[in-house]
């Protein structure tokens, strides 16, 4: 059937066109249909989804099947843009198909489809629907409806900027009066309850509670548009699928659209699994028993929990199992409806990297048998589930370019590239914390992150190791999640009091003023928060997990360096953890010269390297000096690492010395001092008594005096003082450390955090007041820089804030990096580092500071251009702003190219595989 005038006007519209116009099937897909398609993704998607459509209920205040009819309404107009004669004329020969008689005059398509669509419900949908409702729906069309309809609009990753544009310019008479025949037809048929909403108006609080529904909205449109627009489920039709002629849009919908759609949802993955009902601890874990449970997790598993956001805090010891404890909450919260996945945030990769290992035991037990859930490590592209990584939101096929703008595909293509994003729609993903911080920063695509989240328990590990401008981009994601109904789980070895009240005034939606939330000074401690209670429950600490450690403080490199051979020659295993890559390094490279360290047994570990060599740095570190590791392989044995040994890796040193860090990442570091039993010559015991003697932590540091000079740190250490600014904490950590010669946990927790961060004591070395306030005023400004860039929840989804891709938006100052690939050319081919297996380029990449590498220099050679511009086009991975470094490979072996620094100067960038990593020199 071909459309005639007897047809209503707006199926002589395209939404899809084929960018192979040589096929015999069908070139385009009707706009009306591409946009059922769309609406039915979001019917179906509700429906098997009842914790997605319960949260959205509650927070519109509405029955669910109120709900799902308007949130399927608004679905449906996801496209208005696209009946504007500037995005039509895109495919000049379907225009013209469509009107024969007229002569297309907007041929600028100068604002993006989502954009035009704001535009014409601003100043022409708006007023017409006003004109056909009850008076009483005008105030709620007037003041609510956008909040509802921007971020369907805007779908295509942010807000839609109408830029002061005017309507004539973009959509013909006949365009308009297209559109609203269209919304008059959708309307009549899905018939979203206006008097519900018109009730509800009358509350100023209900109507500015709709700005935070928005952003749940915004991510639903997001997902609904890219699986309606997957051709492998949505044929295009071109021509009208009526029964009759009178213009219903009910066969496309029954017959096609709801059917696909159904199909569509089953084979993305998206859709929840089965739960297991409440489960005790040792169903969980066999491994731990009733009379084996810690304080800690006993208190987790008999917490009665309510149908409602609720924060945990949870404060002990290494050793007192608090991953353990976490993982049987968030599975009590499952199994009462508050959740149905969740996603462990840390601070590293290599924290990432250890709790994926754990879970991989013990995932599936959230879930009930024979379901397939999935379970996935952000950065390096390893899954459980051959499954789930090729049918999650599937690639789809390549559909065409709308002039300047990139289509759906390419957009949904690269973001699932990218399994650090999809991770997030995984039932249970692991990474670090920063693209869950993304789902609260104006970026691309956010709303999609932040409604993988939703559904989630949301676990953070190590949130004490923030700085001021993470740790407030930390706050927000707890107000956005605790706002749209999810609850949180907050891991830490210790936490000052206030940087718990400030916690829960984030989840509470408020900003922290002073303590009134908490009054226990105890430690351990369980801290218990929902909508009206904060209950803090001092926990007990196990004989076993007690600990006692003695600091001995030394003040050269070269003394470091008499300890460490006497500890080699003594058949110890030595690591000295280091506060910079360059002074790891230079630490290597003079142990290295002496001739009583076997080489063989000298490693050195830090951030620069490639993922693949990164994983199997870590791999071997964890057989050396692991666990299970043996005598034979321990004896001797040296590290020199960075932080990236500080956290979650299960690494177990018999001797350890760091450079002078504030007293919780020391606290930290010593957690990888004698950390499991072992024999006096470093065989691992099961059972027994430590035989290694007390765990001795040596610590560089400046020499102490009661009134430091200015540069008292940075004499020492120059390089780390930019990682460590604030000298006041380093010289209060040295001061404490002097004067108790060590530590004995939990006993002294609580009262090394209150010494060294107290910013009540005003007894500051006189030297030390100019660095001090220094440090004060860059944290407060790092804070406001924090809540500058981050979204603002009570605004809902709108253009106030100035939006940006991914890679130009940073979730930690300070540590400004972007993440780059390296490939190598060769003989006129430009293959990946890791030219093997499935995930090259993934496993080819590492962060480097933007400050310190920022772009690849400009070079003459063409073939190596065209094969960089090649690349950026076919790899889904990369975009514009993707940094690729082609290595070269010198006369001396060494692989290497030139590229530029923030500055502009350049360098020249050499990767050493798994000797120094990555090397930047300044030319």
């Known amino acids: 059937m071909s459309i005639s005038k007897k047809h209503p006007i707006y199926y002589r519209y395209w939404g899809k066109a084929r960018s192979d116009q040589q096929t015999a099937e069908a070139q385009y897909h009707l706009l009306a249909y591409h946009s059922l398609d769309v609406a039915a993704v979001a019917c179906v998607l509700l429906e098997n989804h009842p914790l997605l459509t319960q949260r959205l209920a509650q927070l519109m205040q509405l029955p669910e099947e109120i709900t799902q009819r308007w949130c399927v309404f608004l679905l449906g107009l996801h496209d208005l843009g696209k009946f504007a004669e500037s995005f039509q004329q895109l495919r000049s020969d379907l225009r013209q198909q469509f009107f024969p008689d007229e002569l ?27 004109e056909e409702m009850p008076e009483a729906a005008e105030d709620f069309i007037l003041d609510v409806l956008d909040h509802w309809l921007r971020p369907v609009l805007g779908h295509h990753g942010w807000p839609p900027d109408t830029k002061g544009e005017r309507v004539k310019n973009h959509f013909r008479p006949f365009d308009i009066l297209a559109a609203q025949y269209y919304l008059k037809d959708w309307r009549a048929f899905i018939e979203p309850d206006f008097n519900a909403v018109a009730d509800l108006t009358a509350s100023r609080s209900w109507c500015a509670k709709q700005a935070e529904v928005s952003w749940f909205i915004a991510g639903i449109a997001v997902l609904c548009d890219w699986l309606g627009s997957d051709q492998t489920y949505f044929e295009y039709y071109s021509e009208p699928l009526l029964s009759s002629t009178d213009g219903s849009l009910s066969d ?22 089965k739960l297991q009902p409440a489960l005790e601890l040792s169903d969980l874990f066999p491994f731990i028993q009733t009379l084996t449970a810690t304080p800690l997790q006993a208190q987790c598993s008999q917490l009665i929990l309510k149908a409602e956001p609720q924060l945990f805090i949870l404060e002990d010891v290494t050793g007192a199992g608090k991953t353990e404890a976490a993982l049987i909450l968030a599975q009590h919260l499952m199994a009462k409806g508050q959740a149905t996945g969740l996603y462990v945030g840390l601070p590293t990769m290599a924290t990432a990297n250890a709790m994926y290992e754990r879970m991989a035991t013990v995932y599936a037990g959230f879930y009930r048998d024979g379901e397939q859930p999935s379970l996935i490590l952000s950065h390096s592209a390893r899954h459980l589930s051959e499954k789930f990584q090729s049918s999650l939101l599937a690639a789809h096929s390549p559909s065409q370019d709308y002039g300047q703008e990139e289509n759906i595909s390419l957009q949904c293509n690269r973001w699932l590239a990218d399994n650090r994003k999809k991770a997030l729609l995984a039932d249970i993903g692991i990474g670090t914390i920063d693209q869950a911080l993304l789902s609260v920063m104006p970026v691309r695509h956010q709303s999609l992150r932040l409604l993988g989240l939703l559904n989630k328990v949301l676990i953070l590990d190590e949130v004490h190791a923030y700085d001021a401008y993470t740790g407030e981009l930390l706050k927000k994601l707890l107000s956005f999640h605790a706002a749209l109904g999810g609850s949180v789980i907050l891991l830490s070895a210790t936490l000052t009091r206030q940087q718990r009240e400030s916690l829960i005034s984030a989840f509470y939606g408020q900003t922290y003023q002073q303590a009134t939330y908490t009054q226990s000074t105890d430690y351990p401690l369980l801290t218990y928060v929902d909508r009206t209670l904060v209950i803090e429950r001092a926990l007990a600490t196990r004989e076993s997990v007690k600990r006692q450690v003695q600091v001995d403080l030394l003040h050269n490199k070269q003394d470091v360096l008499k300890l460490i051979q006497q500890a080699v020659q003594a058949g110890k295993s030595v690591c000295w953890i280091r506060n910079t890559v360059p002074d790891a390094r230079e630490a290597w490279e003079t142990l290295s010269d002496y001739s009583w360290l076997d080489p063989e047994r000298l490693h050195l570990f830090h951030s620069r390297f490639v993922l693949r060599d990164r994983l199997q740095i870590e791999q071997t570190m964890l057989c050396y000096f692991g666990k299970y590791s043996t005598s034979t392989l321990r004896q001797g044995r040296v590290l020199i690492a960075t932080q990236v040994v500080e956290q979650s890796l299960d690494l177990d040193f018999d001797v350890m010395v760091s450079d002078l860090a504030p007293i ?50 940075k004499v020492l250490f120059p390089k780390a003082n930019t990682v460590y600014p604030h000298t006041l904490l380093l010289w209060r950590t040295a001061q404490w450390l002097a004067k108790h010669q060590g530590w004995c946990m939990p006993e002294d927790a609580r009262a090394m955090l209150e010494y060294v961060y107290d910013e009540t004591d005003s007894a500051i070395p006189a030297a030390l007041q100019d660095t001090t306030q220094k440090a004060i005023g860059e944290n407060t400004a790092k804070r406001d820089m924090g809540n500058f860039s981050s979204l603002k929840l009570k605004h809902g989804y709108d253009n106030s804030t100035q939006w940006d891709e991914e890679a130009h938006i940073a979730t930690r100052l300070g540590e400004e990096s972007h993440t780059i690939y390296l490939a190598r050319w060769q003989e006129n081919v430009l293959i990946p580092w890791v030219s093997e297996g499935r995930f090259r380029w993934e496993l080819s990449s590492l962060n480097v500071s933007y400050r310190q590498l920022a772009k690849l220099a400009s070079f003459e050679n063409k073939a190596l251009q065209n094969a960089l511009q090649k690349l950026w086009e076919q790899e889904a991975l990369f975009d514009e702003y993707s940094v690729i470094l082609p290595l070269v490979m010198d006369e001396q072996g060494v692989w290497s190219c030139r590229a530029v620094n923030a500055k502009e100067a350049l360098i020249q960038v050499s990767y050493c595989g798994g000797e120094r990593g990555l090397v930047i020199h300044e030319i």
């Open 104 to 130: 297309i005059q907007h041929q600028l398509y100068a604002l993006r489809h989502d954009s035009l669509g704001e535009l014409l419900w601003q100043s022409q949908l708006q007023d017409e629907l006003i």
């Open 252 to 273: 496309y919908w029954y017959r096609v659209a709801l059917i696909q759609a159904k199909k569509a949802l089953q084979a993305s993955g998206v859709l929840p699994k």
């Open 664 to 713: 919780d990442l020391l606290i930290q570091r010593a957690g990888r001092l004698q950390r499991h039993t072992r024999t006096q010559t470093g065989e691992f015991l099961e059972t027994g008594k430590e035989q290694r003697g007390l765990p001795v932590l040596t610590v560089l540091t400046p020499e102490l005096s009661e009134q430091p000079e200015q540069d008292w740190y």
